[in-house]
Antibody, heavy 116, light 108 residues
Framework: EVQVMESGGGLVKPGGSLRLSCAASGFTFSSYSLTWVRQAPGKGLEWVASIIAGGGYIYYADSVKGRFTISRDDARNSGSLQMNSLRGEDTAVYYC?????????WGQGTLVTVSS | SYVLTQPPSVSVAPGKTATITCEGNNIGDKNVHWYQQKPGQAPVLVVFDNSDRPSGIPERLSGSNSGYTATLTISRVEAADEADYYCQVWDSTSDHFVFGIGTKVTVL
C-alpha cells in the first residue's frame, strides 16, 4: 500500500525554526521527485520547494529561498523541509508530494502555525 | 514571474458540462496539470501533461491546452465533482512550479 506521511508541524514563534519530515512507503521513492506544497488557511495551493530524483536539482519558491532547505534520504525513503526564520505568512498546512510520470502521491498534510 | 489565471468559481447543474479555464502567456507551450481538492483532503491529480488521466480518474474529466488557454472539462457533472480545481505548470524561465488560484466548482 502506498503511503506518504508528513510530521513535524506545530506552533512556533516568529523567527523560529521547524523541521518537517515526509515518510514514504509502498513505491520506489528514489525514482520520484519530492515536492513540498503549502496551503494557508482558506487559501489556494502554493508550491514551496522541489528536489528531483537523485537530488541533483533543487528548486525553491522566492518566498522561502534562503530560509527553507529541502532534502531527501533515499536510503530511508524520506524527505525533509528545514524551515528557518519563520514568519506569520508561513502559517499553512504543508503537504509532501511524490511524483513520477503518471504516479502522484500526497500526504494528508501537517499544520505549521507561526504566532507569538 | 509566470501567472496562471483561473475563474474563482463555476456553477453547473448535475448532468451538464463544467468548463474550467486556466490562462497564461503561451501556456500552450507548457505541460499543464490539474488537481482536484475536496474540503479537508489533499489534492488529487486528475489530468497531467495537458490531457492524460491517471488510472482511476473517470473519462468524464478531460483536459486540453492551446495558445493562451488550458481547459479542464467535466462532462455529465455529478455531486461528487464538487471541489476546488487547480491548474499547475512548470515555468522553465524561473525554474518554479506555478499554481493557479483555484476554481471552486459548485454543483447546483
Amino acid at each position: 500500500e502506498v503511503q506518504v506521511m508528513e510530521s513535524g508541524g506545530g506552533l512556533v514563534k516568529p523567527g523560529g525554526s521547524l523541521r518537517l519530515s515526509c515518510a514514504a512507503s509502498g513505491f520506489t521513492f528514489s525514482s520520484y521527485s519530492l515536492t513540498w506544497v503549502r496551503q494557508a488557511p482558506g487559501k489556494g495551493l502554493e508550491w514551496v520547494a522541489s528536489i528531483i530524483a537523485g537530488g541533483g536539482y533543487i528548486y525553491y519558491a522566492d518566498s522561502v529561498k534562503g530560509r527553507f532547505t529541502i532534502s531527501r534520504d533515499d536510503a530511508r525513503n524520506s524527505g525533509s523541509l528545514q524551515m528557518n526564520s519563520l514568519r506569520g505568512e508561513d502559517t499553512a498546512v504543508y503537504y509532501c508530494q511524490s511524483r513520477y510520470e503518471i504516479f502522484d502521491y500526497w500526504g494528508q498534510g501537517t499544520l505549521v502555525t507561526v504566532s507569538s | 514571474s509566470y501567472v496562471l489565471t483561473q475563474p474563482p468559481s463555476v456553477s453547473v447543474a448535475p448532468g451538464k458540462t463544467a468548463t474550467i479555464t486556466c490562462e497564461g502567456n503561451n501556456i500552450g507551450d507548457k505541460n499543464v496539470h490539474w488537481y482536484q481538492q475536496k474540503p479537508g483532503q489533499a489534492p488529487v491529480l486528475v489530468v497531467f501533461d495537458n490531457s492524460d488521466r491517471p488510472s482511476g480518474i473517470p473519462e468524464r474529466l478531460s483536459g486540453s491546452n492551446s495558445g493562451y488557454t488550458a481547459t479542464l472539462t467535466i462532462s455529465r457533472v455529478e455531486a461528487a465533482d464538487e471541489a476546488d480545481y487547480y491548474c499547475q505548470v512548470w515555468d522553465s524561465t524561473s525554474d518554479h512550479f506555478v499554481f493557479g488560484i483555484g476554481t471552486k466548482v459548485t454543483v447546483l
